[in-house]
């Protein structure tokens, strides 16, 4: 079974400019979350997806959004780009015992350079 | 709010000894998941062990094993034997039991070295 991709693994960006990151879960998967990971913030969560639909946010500005299409991929973007977006960006998917998620299975990440 | 906190930035252990890392939480919820979780320099997260807060035993995956003392709120691991694989930054996290959607709540993370 594949595990989590997260494509691409590598992005630089200038600010003001916005960005989108893909996410396949594994298969079977319906839940997808994403996490911010800095040096000086540690892992942060940002939102979770499940069935097409955002269930979970963090406390993160509006520029972040995300959406979940029909085959349980994910996408997140974000707008006007700031210094601090900088990141390593992780996507997780979990499987669900009816709506209760089980653990996550994190992808490799992209790791975002905002200049 | 729920808290993780990992008191130990870096940690060092000689190859084939045994390591103790340690994480502890803050939650006023009776049914949560603990889990460890580990990063080498690939960057990715990988699932270590997992426990269940009502479950009394404590969990163990091959040379990996937790203490889970509930009433204390702390959740340490142990790595038996440890090999250069080992190498990585440990992740503590905490995840609510809850319908409504999951989150991952993480501590800081510890650096652990494994010398030859």
């Known amino acids: 079974k594949a595990g989590v991709t997260q494509t691409p693994r590598y992005l630089i960006k200038t600010r003001g400019q916005q960005v989108t990151l893909s996410c396949s879960p594994i298969?079977?998967?319906?839940?997808v979350s994403w996490y911010q990971q800095t040096p000086g913030q540690g892992l942060q969560f940002l939102f979770e997806y499940f069935s097409e639909t955002q269930r979970n946010k963090g406390n993160f500005p509006g520029r972040f959004s995300g959406r979940q299409f029909s085959n349980s991929r994910s996408e997140m973007n974000v707008s006007t780009l700031e210094l601090g977006d900088s990141a390593l960006y992780l996507c997780?998917?979990?499987?669900?015992?009816?709506?209760?998620?089980?653990?996550?299975?994190f992808g490799q990440g992209t790791r975002l350079t905002v200049v | 709010a729920q808290t993780v906190t990992q008191s130990q930035p870096e940690m060092s252990v000689q190859e084939a000894e045994t390591v103790t890392l340690s994480c502890t939480y803050d939650t006023s919820e009776s049914d949560y998941y603990l889990f460890w979780y580990k990063q080498p320099p690939s960057r990715q997260m990988i699932l270590v062990i997992r426990?269940?807060?009502?479950?009394?035993q404590n969990a163990t995956e091959n040379r990996f094993s937790v203490n889970f003392q509930k009433a204390a709120k702390s959740f340490s691991l142990k790595i038996s034997d440890s090999q250069l694989g080992d190498a990585a930054m440990y992740f503590c996290a905490y995840r609510r039991e809850e319908t409504s959607g999951s989150r991952l709540t993480f501590g800081e993370g510890t650096q652990l070295t494994v010398n030859p």
């Open positions: 298969s079977g998967h319906r839940s």
């Open positions: 997780a998917s979990s499987s669900t015992y009816g709506e209760m998620n089980t653990e996550a299975f």
């Open positions: 426990q269940e807060a009502y479950k009394q």
